[in-house]
T-cell receptor, first 114, second 114 residues
Framework: DGGITQSPKYLFRKEGQNVTLSCEQNLNHDAMYWYRQDPGQGLRLIYYSQIVNDFQKGDIAEGYSVSREKKESFPLTVTSAQKNPTAFYLC???FGTGGNQPQHFGDGTRLSIL | AQKVTQAQTEISVVEKEDVTLDCVYETRDTTYYLFWYKQPPSGELVFLIRRNSFDEQNEISGRYSWNFQKSTSSFNFTITASQVVDSAVYFCALSEYNTDKLIFGTGTRLQVFP
């Protein structure tokens, strides 16, 4: 079945540690996105990529980094510079046709600080 | 600036009641797209509907219906005869023409009690 796979489902980070969240899609989508969700807030865009080897900052990119070496994969690294990383992280993808198609979402990764 | 407002933070109803979730948006573009997503307790976002700015026809899909009114910049979602399985957080979102970025509202948590 086609879809988006995020792993792990739960992740714990120690102080000063970088952690990487995985996102893989087999929908042949060109564009991929990372969102952060905090309680009582909507989803906020961290980074997005419309093509391999290229990505743009979203609204809250500080303390995060990404790479897009393969069309199918868009991993997100939460660095030690992100002082408040506890949140629910959602990865999404679409064909990148200029906003008129729905994004498809993974099941999310819940990140907590130890 | 783009903005999506979902003023209802939480709604509780008893099964079989009808419920309307409000969504008000702001944009300067004449071409834009509106979406509704459902987030069940499992966490993933499920796409429900897309509407483009030139199509003001209301839509009905089973127990779900959507009322798009450009004059009031609203895109409201009604569930008829609600069921316990409708319990979730519902997000309204906006994307402007030729951008791949989705702007989300803060969501409305719907609880349907038996």
């Amino acid at each position: 079945d086609g879809g988006i796979t995020q792993s792990p489902k739960y992740l714990f980070r120690k102080e000063g540690q970088n952690v990487t969240l995985s996102c893989e899609q087999n929908l042949n989508h060109d564009a991929m996105y990372w969102y952060r969700q905090d309680p009582g807030q909507g989803l906020r865009l961290i980074y997005y990529s419309q093509i391999v080897n290229d990505f743009q900052k979203g609204d809250i990119a500080e303390g995060y980094s990404v790479s897009r070496e393969k069309k199918e994969s868009f991993p997100l690294t939460v660095t030690s510079a992100q002082k408040n990383p506890t949140a629910f992280y959602l990865c999404a993808s679409d064909f990148g046709t200029g906003g008129n198609q729905p994004q498809h979402f993974g099941d999310g990764t819940r990140l907590s600080i130890l | 600036a783009q903005k999506v407002t979902q003023a209802q933070t939480e709604i509780s109803v008893v099964e079989k009641e009808d419920v309307t979730l409000d969504c008000v948006y702001e944009t300067r573009d004449t071409t834009y797209y509106l979406f509704w997503y459902k987030q069940p307790p499992s966490g993933e976002l499920v796409f429900l509907i897309r509407r483009n700015s030139f199509d003001e026809q209301n839509e009905i899909s089973g127990r779900y219906s959507w009322n798009f009114q450009k004059s009031t910049s609203s895109f409201n979602f009604t569930i008829t005869a609600s069921q316990v399985v409708d319990s979730a957080v519902y997000f309204c979102a906006l994307s402007e023409y030729n951008t791949d970025k989705l702007i989300f509202g803060t969501g409305t948590r719907l609880q349907v009690f038996p």
